[in-house]
């Protein structure tokens, strides 16, 4: 069975940082491309970063570039999402995706930016 576990969500700040982490369970988790979306109230999940299976390659949101880093470790099965400078519009759930021959996603952590 397959699972993706994100960590690391919460309340924070403006200006303030959160890291996220996403465990897989049950996939060739080195084969898979991992991504971080985030769906807002009232708005469509969106793409926020993204990495090759090998992490040579990410690419990321126009909205968080320079911000926001993605990273993963393949020993551990985990993919990292570190965000710096929140921001009022980065409050929304952030999901956890693998793709591969499936597409898997987690359940999601709460990510809540206010002073």
């Known amino acids: 069975q397959v699972q993706l576990v994100e960590s690391g969500g919460g309340l924070v700040q403006p200006g303030g940082s959160l890291r996220l982490s996403c465990v897989a369970s049950?996939?060739?988790?080195?084969?898979?491309?991992m991504a971080w979306y985030r769906q807002a109230p009232g708005k469509e999940r969106e793409l926020v970063a993204g990495?090759?299976?090998?992490?040579?390659?990410?690419n990321y949101a126009d909205s968080v570039k320079g911000r926001f880093t993605i990273s993963r470790d393949n020993a551990k099965n985990t993919v990292y999402l570190q965000m710096n400078s929140l921001k009022a519009e980065d409050t929304a759930v952030y999901y956890c995706?693998?793709?591969?021959?499936?597409?898997?996603w987690g359940q999601g952590t709460q990510v809540t930016v206010s002073s």
């Open positions: 049950g996939l060739a988790f080195k084969y898979y491309t």
């Open positions: 995706n693998a793709k591969w021959t499936h597409v898997y």
């Open positions: 990495i090759t299976n090998t992490g040579t390659n990410t």
